[in-house]
C-alpha cells in the first residue's frame, strides 16, 4: 500500500523558516514525480512545486520562487520543502502528493494527509 | 498559468439526482484533466483522470468528458457518501492549475 506521511509543520513568524518532510513507502519512490500542494484554510487547491524522480527538475508557482526549495533523498523515500521568508498567505495545510504515472506533468495519486504551517506573530 | 474556471461553486441536490459540474480551461488543455474529490478534513482522491478514464475502485456512476477547453463531471444517482467538494485538475502546463471547487450540498 502506498503511504505518504508529512512531518514539520507548525506556527512560524512572519519571515521565519520552516522545513517540511513527506516519508514515502509502498511504490519504487525514485521513479515518481511527487509534488507539494497547499491549501489554504477554507479554500482551494494550489499546486506550490514538485520535483521529477531522479531531481532534475524542479518547478514552483511564482508567489513562492526563490523562498521555497523542494528536494528529495531517494535513498530515504523522502521528498523535503524548505521554507523561508515564510509569509501570512502561506499559512495553509500541505499535501504531499505522487505523480500517479510518474510523470511532471500528471495528475496525483495518492496525497498525504497534510501538515498545517501557520504563519502569524 | 493556465486558469481553470468551475461552475457552479456549489449545487444542491438530493439523493438520486444526477449532478453534472463543468471546468474551463483558459486555453487548450487537450485531455489532460483529473477531478478529485474532498470530503472535509480529508486529503483529495482522484475520480477521474485523462479527462474520461475512471480511476480504479471508484464507482461507475462517476464519468467524465471532454477535451480541449470544456470538461464536465457526472454523478449519474448521487448517493449520500458524494456529498463532497470536487476539484479539477490541469496536468498540462506548469504551474498545474486547479478549479475552484464545487460543492456537492444535500438539498
Known amino acids: 500500500e502506498v503511504q505518504l506521511l508529512e512531518s514539520g509543520g507548525g506556527l512560524v513568524q512572519p519571515g521565519g523558516s520552516l522545513r517540511l518532510s513527506c516519508a514515502a513507502s509502498?511504490?519504487?519512490?525514485?521513479?515518481?514525480?511527487m509534488s507539494w500542494v497547499r491549501q489554504a484554510p477554507g479554500r482551494g487547491l494550489e499546486g506550490v512545486s514538485i520535483i521529477s524522480g531522479n531531481a532534475a527538475y524542479t518547478y514552483y508557482v511564482d508567489s513562492v520562487k526563490g523562498r521555497f526549495t523542494i528536494s528529495r533523498d531517494n535513498s530515504k523515500n523522502t521528498l523535503y520543502l524548505q521554507m523561508t521568508n515564510l509569509r501570512a498567505e502561506d499559512t495553509a495545510l500541505y499535501y504531499c502528493?505522487?505523480?500517479?504515472?510518474?510523470?511532471?506533468?500528471?495528475?496525483?495519486?495518492?496525497w498525504g494527509q497534510g501538515t498545517l504551517v501557520t504563519v502569524s506573530s | 498559468d493556465i486558469q481553470m474556471t468551475q461552475s457552479p461553486s456549489s449545487v444542491s441536490a438530493s439523493v438520486g439526482d444526477r449532478v453534472t459540474i463543468t471546468c474551463r480551461a483558459s486555453q487548450g488543455i487537450s485531455s489532460r484533466l483529473a477531478w478529485y474529490q474532498q470530503k472535509p478534513g480529508k486529503a483529495p482522491k482522484v475520480l477521474i483522470y485523462a479527462a474520461s478514464s475512471l480511476q480504479s475502485g471508484v464507482p461507475s456512476r462517476f464519468s467524465g468528458s471532454g477535451s480541449g477547453t470544456d470538461f464536465t463531471l457526472t454523478i449519474s444517482s448521487l448517493q449520500p457518501e458524494d456529498f463532497a467538494t470536487y476539484y479539477c485538475q490541469q496536468s498540462n502546463i506548469f504551474p498545474l492549475t486547479f478549479g475552484g471547487g464545487t460543492k456537492v450540498e444535500i438539498k
Open positions: 502528493a505522487k505523480a500517479a504515472t510518474g510523470n511532471v506533468f500528471d495528475w496525483f495519486d495518492p
Open positions: 509502498g511504490f519504487i519512490f525514485s521513479s515518481y514525480a
